[in-house]
């Protein structure tokens, strides 16, 4: 797969999210041309359409975007660490060790909503540390990892409940919306804090793509090539997970979103990390986009969250992957 090739595919992916992005902020209760919603968003809008566009809409698709963008790469990392077509954020646990510290968080503390994305990123490492080490057995096996990833997600939803029956019923509610994996009332004030973690992170994960290509080649392999296993391992494993909890602790618990796109991102560019990543990425900010958008427009005026749209898809989805890793 040419260079070429795929930035054209990331180029046009891009167009996509443009366009749905301006369609996401224009659609609403009160319309806005698509016009009349780009001039908005650049600041040389109607007022009245300024209020509606850059206070109350805009934010919440610059979520969606971020969300979908760090899912979609943590996925492409876990992947490409563990050889393991099936590992994402939420089938390995992540999502649900990020969630459980962010709902403790929320209905037990009681703590100012900054402090979520490091409570769900450390939730998401001791998941990480977890899967990774009961999974190891002279070796990564990968379906281990995935059984493992399972029942420590099983764990932390027991616990999610235990917390949730225990808690004031104001804030109980709080944390179960945001369970949901919905963007519904996104704002600034959280689109604020969250900003960091994708500025530094994806970079940063862009960047492993030569430890990952030579992760993907057997131990003694990577070992031959001067790859130092262990360490690089650990360290995307960090990455991955400041990725996903972060963006659960953002926009809640967005499953598949992880498990998708790599796959869909794999089958158009190739295997290369380099083009790979940030292919995955921009796909993952469309589903994304794409799926609040659908969860806001299809039963309006009720909301549907998103992260019930990305298990509708993403069910079947993972159904079809294990059916093709049982044959191969």
């Not at 040389?44 to 698709?61: K, M, N, S, W, Y």
């Not at 995307?236 to 990725?243: F, K, R, S, T």
Request: glycine share 10%; net charge positive.
């Amino acid at each position: 797969m040419s260079m070429r090739r795929g930035i054209l595919i990331q180029f046009a992916l891009l167009l996509l999210i443009l366009l749905m992005f301006v369609l996401q902020v224009g659609t609403g209760e009160y319309a806005i041309s698509p016009l009349n919603t780009a001039k908005s968003i650049l600041g040389i809008g109607q007022p009245d359409h300024e209020i509606i566009v850059r206070t109350l809409r805009l934010p919440r698709a610059l979520i969606a975007v971020g969300v979908g963008a760090c899912l979609a790469a943590a996925g492409t990392l876990l992947q490409g660490v563990t050889r393991n077509p099936l590992a994402s954020p939420s089938v390995i646990g992540l999502n649900a060790g990020a969630a459980l510290f962010a709902v403790i968080f929320i209905v037990w503390l009681q703590v100012p909503s900054y402090w979520l994305p490091f409570a769900a990123f450390g939730g998401a490492l001791v998941v990480a540390f977890l899967s990774y080490t009961l999974a190891w057995k002279k070796g990564l096996s990968p379906i281990r990892m995935v059984l493992v990833g399972i029942g420590i997600a099983s764990i932390c939803q027991g616990f999610i409940t235990i917390v949730t029956t225990s808690g004031n019923i104001r804030l109980v509610n709080q944390a179960t919306i945001w369970m949901t994996g919905s963007l519904y009332g996104r704002s600034w004030e959280q689109l604020w804090p969250y900003l960091p973690w994708v500025i530094i992170f994806l970079p940063v994960a862009w960047l492993c793509y030569r430890q990952l290509d030579i992760l993907g080649l057997d131990d003694q392999t990577s070992t031959g090539l001067g790859s130092r296993i262990h360490s690089s391992r650990t360290w995307i494993l960090v990455i991955a997970v400041a990725l996903a909890g972060s963006s659960v602790a953002t926009a809640g618990t967005i499953g598949f979103v992880g498990l998708m796109a790599p796959h869909i991102a794999r089958q158009l560019v190739g295997e290369k990390h380099a083009v790979l990543i940030p292919t995955a990425a921009l796909l993952g900010a469309f589903i994304v986009l794409a799926s609040d958008f659908v969860g806001r427009t299809v039963l309006a005026p009720v909301e549907i969250p998103c992260g019930l749209i990305t298990a509708i898809l993403g069910g079947p989805y993972m159904l079809y992957l294990l059916v093709r890793v049982r044959n191969h």
